[in-house]
């Protein structure tokens, strides 16, 4: 992936439908990998210092960048610190809770779609291992493997949202 001199060279990667009928992992996994996919879809095409620019003025914070880079440690939090009790390696703290944030402005975003399709991997890797009843081995009350992987599909998907927004704000661009 190159973000150097222009927009991002990454081919999209292939959003897919979920299918009609399945298994509840199968549907629950595929709807999640299709929101995921879709951050990589708002985000094809985007000039690299467009990325870190916060058009919404009660919003300093939220960049196309800052939304990817709090959506890959969602993931990291979830699947490896909440359902595997893995330490918390987020650079947010008591101390700048919004430090994610701060860094999805600061980096290319190239890199940071690089980190977030890295941890869906390990996440699709942990949702391999466990049983959709599987309870959390941290948080309390303890959540479900079945509740982490909805509750996942509902923050990509919001936050897809918030893309959708950021996109046609920067440079015009639309799209599913």
């Known amino acids: 992936m190159s973000d150097k001199d222009g927009p991002l060279a990454t081919p999209v990667l292939q959003r897919v439908d979920p299918p009609r009928?399945?298994?509840?992992?199968?549907?629950?996994t595929s709807w999640l990998d299709r929101h995921?996919?879709?951050v990589r879809a708002k985000c094809?095409?985007?000039?690299?210092?467009?990325s870190s620019k916060a058009p919404i003025p009660t919003s300093p914070l939220m960049t196309v960048g800052g939304v990817v880079?709090?959506?890959?440690?969602?993931e990291a939090f979830w699947f490896e610190?909440?359902?595997?009790?893995q330490p918390d390696l987020a650079p947010y703290s008591g101390e700048d809770p919004d430090a994610e944030w701060r860094r999805g402005s600061e980096l290319p975003l190239g890199r940071l779609l690089d980190e977030y399709e890295d941890q869906c991997a390990r996440s699709r890797e942990i949702t391999a291992k466990l049983e959709l009843g599987s309870g959390a081995?941290?948080?309390r009350p303890h959540p479900t493997l079945r509740w982490v992987l909805l509750h996942m599909i509902e923050e990509t998907a919001r936050h897809n949202g918030h893309l959708d927004i950021l996109?046609?704000?920067a440079d015009g661009v639309t799209g599913e």
């Open 69 to 74: 880079c709090h959506l890959r440690w969602v």
């Open 81 to 85: 610190t909440v359902m595997l009790n």
């Open 21 to 28: 009928a399945a298994d509840e992992r199968t549907m629950l």
């Open 36 to 38: 995921r996919a879709t």
């Open 137 to 139: 081995r941290r948080a």
């Open 44 to 50: 094809a095409g985007l000039s690299p210092d467009l």
């Open 167 to 169: 996109r046609e704000l």
